[in-house]
């Protein structure tokens, strides 16, 4: 098919947006994978959803019409056979082909016709279900209620997520029975027609909400089927579930309430008798909520509110109305992750995937297929099997036995890599002499003795066992009751341990991650067996593919280990051999080349499919200036390296800089520097120096806060004083870190960014053991100087990041000023929209009077 010359739109599109429409047309059209960069504020959203779902309404109409037109054909052959003819045994012959190859056709022309079908009903189910509605409100308005409902009737009962009194429910599964069917289980029967679909993917909820916004005010709202798919965390209704806080156990215990099925006259005795049965939301009315998921435009919070009314679970039914939505919208994981893909009956067999916010995308692969345990996930995993199968080990099969005592054999050797073994304390300190080490991963098993165990059949067991799941309730039932030996009167070593991990009700004073986010005693019992099967998990990779890193604390709680996975394109290679087109877009793609080599050409694509396309902002040009600043206002050399960073001149003209900006620039203006730590020197250092009170003359100061729950109130308050200015204020400066917080995601739109400042560039830690071992891998897997490009666009990606908060749409202006002299170097790897604007600057001075021209030009006249 050709691209159409016109494309519906929701208003007049810009050039651009027309040229990003039809190169997708034709990306989608000829089977191709694609790269599609748009600055944030050219309408990339809605470029996307009306280029693709063009094609695809387009692509329905052609095979529909191509399978009319190849049965009319046949019909016409069919008819030349049939006439007399002296050769009757060849008509015959033909007349048995023409009527095979008919039929072929016709199913799939009725599979078509059926799933339209499909859809009318749906609709006619909501107009008659909209129609009762009424009828029953004008009933009650008139007659007022004739019978007064009891109670609880119409609410389904609750059932409780706590595990039953009796200790058979702890008991493993025989992973050699066959269990019962569950609600996971799909149909198997293939239907005679699948229907083109398109995913969309983002990273994240948020995102996808507000491209289903998007969406609804898109000329495709009231046409296309759209199925937001997504986490139970987002879509359970069962509240007893939900207030479970590990997603991994929230999926087993939804799956584990399946097993258990449950009517609703059972209900109040279950309730009664305090014991775990099936869900009561499952299924429920599915039906009537599929009808609405599928005939009307809803995101993820508007489909769990329609099933909390129609007491019926949101998860299984969105899940259920893929088969006949058009359009798939899914976070990052649910397509990138494959056991969640298979897991969610996602089939990119011959369908469009279309990935949104790409610009991270082989980070994002690496880190969901990374996985990392410490010390106190292999101590604490360690006391409650050992508990767990103290108490039951007599009850179990002697498969189940073997399989319990590889996964704590597993356990006992990876402590070894902190010089500990299970007596260990988790505040006990490390051996000095234990250093960070990288392994590949057959070095890694040789050393702590674990390739005598099939790591694929102990996975397999835990799944079919249910062990996560039957250990979380022997935790929760008997937590505070079962010890390992005889009490020791000393409060010290393994007897403190399991004590503390034995009463739910005290919060451990250890409880905080390595990471430095502070979980709470619960949390940290709930989930030590999910990260040691995902780490077990990460060694089913191929030897070439990853890496072991482990890294010993200060103590062995502290201790960690973790698989980093150096090739990200080993998880792709799937999607781009199944999937008929891949489109990765973003506002900022550059450099591309990266996605080629690194994700395309490695999973196994061949250049000829591969389409690029990059785009000009919508903005004009004289409405941004970029700076490169070379020297201060004193003329000092600004070359902020990490050597450099302590230079007390250099942070003084820093100040000077800072200070001369603020003086000209009107409204926001937001400051990123490369590193919390030297934000925080530089914050010091100016307020000590008194820069920060002369700034403050002219610009309120704020500083991106440490916490994430902050965040919105230091945004909230920076724009009330941007908005509401006390003179002699005329604005607000933020303190911004590169990769932090605010660096993606938030729009600085109009006053709220008239100038971003990025001082110096920040390149990752070159003496990390991590990216060394990474750069080795590109260098010798990819090209020669792999290594050395990877180093230089991590931190150029994330400067272009910082750079593309300011402009969003077509009136607003803006100015970027880069103070390293270093970035003069650095132009070709910038956004081609700041390219055309850029100018390298000897003296500051020059800075001073462009950016002072272009404000004036700006005022209201």
């Known amino acids: 098919m050709e691209p159409p010359q016109e494309f519906p739109f929701p208003f007049p599109p810009y050039e651009i947006q027309k040229q990003f429409m039809k190169e997708l047309y034709n990306c989608l059209e000829s089977g191709g994978l694609g790269l599609f960069e748009s600055p944030t504020g050219t309408g990339k959203s809605l470029s996307l959803i009306c280029g693709a779902l063009k094609w695809l309404v387009d692509h329905e109409k052609s095979e529909k019409r191509e399978l009319t037109s190849a049965i009319a054909v046949i019909d016409g052959k069919i008819k030349n056979c049939e006439r007399p003819t002296d050769d009757w045994f060849s008509a015959q012959t033909e007349l048995i082909q023409l009527n095979a190859e008919k039929q072929t056709f016709q199913a799939k022309l009725n599979g078509i016709l059926e799933f339209e079908g499909e859809k009318e009903k749906f609709k006619r189910m909501i107009e008659s279900k909209a129609a009762k509605t009424k009828t029953a409100q004008r009933v009650r308005q008139q007659f007022g209620s004739l019978q007064k409902k009891p109670a609880d009737q119409g609410k389904a009962e609750e059932v409780g997520s706590d595990v039953s009194d009796t200790e058979k429910d702890l008991i493993l599964e025989d992973p050699l029975s066959d269990s019962e069917g569950s609600s996971e289980e799909e149909d198997k029967e293939e239907p005679l027609f699948k229907n083109t679909k398109i995913f969309f993917c983002s990273r994240t909820h948020s995102q996808l909400t507000q491209f289903v916004h998007e969406l609804q005010r898109s000329p495709y709202s009231e046409d296309i089927s759209v199925v937001p798919l997504s986490s139970r965390q987002n879509y359970c209704i069962n509240k007893s ?74 998860y299984y039914g969105s899940r259920k109305s893929v088969k006949n939505g058009q359009l798939i919208l899914v976070p990052y994981n649910s397509i990138l992750h494959k056991n969640t893909r298979v897991s969610l009956g996602i089939d990119l067999k011959e369908n469009i995937l279309i990935i949104d916010e790409a610009h991270n995308l082989l980070d994002a692969i690496e880190g969901m297929h990374s996985s990392v345990i410490t010390g106190r996930n292999l101590l604490h995993c360690y006391s409650q099997l050992s508990q767990y199968q103290k108490k039951f080990d007599s009850l179990f099969s002697a498969k189940s036995v073997l399989y319990l005592n590889q996964l704590s054999f597993c356990l006992k050797k990876f402590l070894i890599l902190f010089g500990a073994t299970t007596k260990s304390h988790p505040n006990d300190e490390v051996d000095k002499s234990i250093v960070p080490k990288l392994y590949k991963i057959e070095e890694f098993e040789l050393f702590t003795e674990i390739d005598t165990v099939n790591i694929f059949k102990l996975l397999e ?49 250890e409880a905080g991650s390595i990471a430095g986010t502070t979980n709470t005693g619960e949390e940290v019992t709930s989930s030590p067996l999910m990260a040691i099967l995902s780490f077990l998990e990460s060694l089913k990779s191929s030897c070439l593919d990853g890496r072991i890193y482990v890294l010993p604390g200060a103590t062995i709680g502290q201790g960690i280990v973790k698989f980093l996975l150096l090739n990200p394109a080993a998880h792709f290679h799937d999607i781009v051999k199944d999937a008929r087109s891949v489109v990765l877009a973003g506002g900022t793609m550059e450099p591309m080349s990266e996605f080629i080599d690194q994700l395309f050409l490695m999973a196994g694509a061949t250049t000829d499919r591969i389409t690029t396309f990059s785009c000009d902002h919508v903005i004009p040009k004289e409405n941004i200036i970029s700076n490169v600043v070379m020297r201060g206002p004193t003329g000092v050399e600004l070359e902020f390296s990490f050597h450099n960073r302590q230079d007390t001149k250099l942070l003084d003209e820093l100040g000077r800089t800072l200070l001369n900006l603020c003086n000209i620039v009107p409204a926001g203006v937001v400051v990123f520097f490369p590193s919390y730590k030297f934000e925080d020197a530089v914050f010091k250092h100016l307020d000590k120096s008194g820069v920060l009170s002369k700034i403050s003359v002219k610009k309120c100061i704020y500083r991106e806060p440490k916490l994430a729950s902050q965040v919105s109130v230091i945004l909230d308050q920076y724009a009330h004083s941007i908005k509401n200015p006390q003179s002699p204020r005329n604005g607000s400066l933020l303190f911004s870190v590169v990769g932090g917080k605010l660096s993606e995601g938030l729009n600085f739109s109009d006053e709220l960014g008239r100038c971003v400042i990025v001082v110096g560039l920040p390149y990752p830690n070159i003496k990390s053991l991590e ?56 132009i070709k790897v910038l956004p081609r929209w700041i390219q055309r604007s850029v100018m390298i600057n000897e003296s500051f001075g020059s800075v001073i009077s462009s950016m002072a021209r272009f404000f004036a030009a700006k005022k209201p006249k």
């Open 461 to 509: 067991f835990v799944k079919a066992s249910k062990l996560v799941h039957k250990l979380q309730g022997f935790v929760e039932q008997y937590g505070n009751n079962v010890k390992i030996g005889e009490q020791k009167t000393t409060k010290s070593g393994i007897t403190e341990f399991l004590n503390s991990i034995k009463n739910k009700d005290t919060p451990s004073q």
């Open 771 to 826: 990216l060394q071992e990474k750069m080795k891998y590109l260098n010798e897997n990819v090209k020669p100087d792999a290594g050395s490009r990877f180093y230089e666009n991590s931190c150029m990606k994330a400067v272009n990041q910082c750079i593309g908060r300011s402009v969003r749409h077509i009136n607003d202006y803006s100015t970027v000023v880069l103070l390293d002299k270093r970035y003069c170097h650095k």
């Open 241 to 314: 579930v939900r207030k479970l806080k590990h997603i991994n156990l929230i999926n087993e215990t939804c799956l584990q309430l399946q097993r258990r099925k449950t009517t609703v006259k059972k209900e109040k005795d279950l309730k009664r008798s305090k014991t775990t049965n099936g869900c009561p939301f499952v299924p429920g009315d599915q039906k009537l909520l599929m009808a609405g998921v599928l005939t009307t435009v809803q995101d993820v919070e508007e489909i769990v509110r329609k099933g909390q009314e129609s007491n019926t679970c949101p």
